[in-house]
C-alpha cells in the first residue's frame, strides 16, 4: 500500500500560491531540499518513498500558469537528479526497491484525502447528507427491486459522491475548499436541487 505524504502532497495542491503561506514562493529546488531531508527521519539505511499524491486539476486549476505551477514542475526532475540520495520510481518498481519488511497497517474505519479529519465527514456528516444518501439508497434498491433499467443510467450519475459533498455545512478551511468545488450558493441549495431529482425518480417509478 502506497501512502500519500499529505503535508507534502497539500504544498504543491494548495499553498503553491498562497502568498501569507511563509514558505512562499516554493521553488523545485527548495522542494527538492525538503525530500533529501526526509532521510534525516529515519536510521539503518532503510529507503524511504514519498506519495505525493493530488488531483489532475491541481495544474492549471487551482493553481493556475500564472503561478508558475508548470515552470515548478519543469525544473523539479533537474533538482531531484542533482541529489545523490533521493530519486524517482515508478510504482510497480518499489517491491524490487524496498530493503525492508513492509509494516502491517490496519483500517478499523473508512479514511480519505478529504478534509482535516481524512475521514467520510466531507460526505456524510450533517443531517442534508445523511437524509439525501439515506434517500438516494431507498430508491436505487426500489429501481434495481422493479427492474427499471431505463432509470439506473440517471440514479447511478446521481450516486457520484460530490452531490453529497456539495451539501457540507463545514466551516474554516474545509469549508473553503467544498466551496470552491461546488456550483451552489449554498449547501442548502445543493440539497434541495439533489431532493428534487430523487422526487423525479420517485414519480417515476
Known amino acids: 500500500m502506497l501512502l500519500k505524504y499529505y503535508s507534502l502532497s497539500d504544498d504543491i495542491?494548495?499553498?503553491?500560491?498562497?502568498?501569507?503561506?511563509?514558505?512562499?514562493?516554493?521553488?523545485?529546488?527548495?522542494?527538492?531540499?525538503?525530500?533529501?531531508?526526509?532521510?534525516?527521519?529515519?536510521?539503518?539505511?532503510?529507503?524511504?518513498?514519498?506519495?505525493?499524491?493530488?488531483?489532475?486539476e491541481t495544474f492549471g486549476e487551482h493553481q493556475w500558469s500564472e503561478?508558475?505551477?508548470?515552470?515548478?514542475?519543469?525544473?523539479?526532475?533537474?533538482?531531484?537528479?542533482?541529489?545523490?540520495?533521493?530519486?524517482?520510481?515508478w510504482p510497480s518498481e518499489v517491491m524490487d526497491i524496498v530493503?525492508?519488511?513492509p509494516e502491517v497497517l490496519s483500517f478499523p474505519y473508512a479514511v480519505s484525502w478529504a478534509d482535516m479529519?481524512?475521514?467520510?465527514?466531507?460526505?456524510?456528516?450533517?443531517?442534508?447528507?445523511?437524509?439525501?444518501?439515506?434517500?438516494?439508497?431507498?430508491?436505487?434498491g426500489l429501481i434495481k427491486e422493479?427492474?427499471?433499467?431505463?432509470?439506473?443510467e440517471t440514479a447511478r450519475r446521481l450516486s457520484t459522491s460530490d452531490h453529497y459533498y456539495y451539501m457540507s455545512t463545514k466551516y474554516f478551511q474545509d469549508g473553503d475548499v467544498h466551496k470552491y468545488f461546488s456550483p451552489y450558493q449554498t449547501p442548502y441549495q445543493a440539497y434541495i436541487y439533489f431532493?428534487?431529482?430523487m422526487?423525479?425518480?420517485?414519480?417515476?417509478?
Open 13 to 56: 495542491a494548495f499553498r503553491f500560491s498562497n502568498r501569507d503561506w511563509p514558505e512562499f514562493p516554493l521553488t523545485a529546488e527548495k522542494f527538492a531540499g525538503w525530500l533529501d531531508n526526509l532521510k534525516n527521519v529515519e536510521k539503518g539505511n532503510k529507503n524511504l518513498f514519498v506519495n505525493l499524491f493530488m488531483d489532475y
Open 146 to 152: 422493479k427492474q427499471r433499467h431505463d432509470l439506473l
Open 99 to 101: 530493503n525492508y519488511d
Open 117 to 140: 479529519e481524512r475521514d467520510l465527514s466531507a460526505w456524510l456528516d450533517n443531517d442534508l447528507q445523511k437524509n439525501a444518501s439515506d434517500t438516494f439508497y431507498e430508491i436505487f
Open 67 to 89: 503561478t508558475g505551477i508548470f515552470d515548478f514542475m519543469k525544473h523539479m526532475p533537474e533538482n531531484v537528479f542533482r541529489r545523490r540520495n533521493i530519486s524517482f520510481a
Open 195 to 197: 431532493m428534487n431529482a
Open 199 to 205: 422526487a423525479f425518480l420517485r414519480e417515476q417509478l
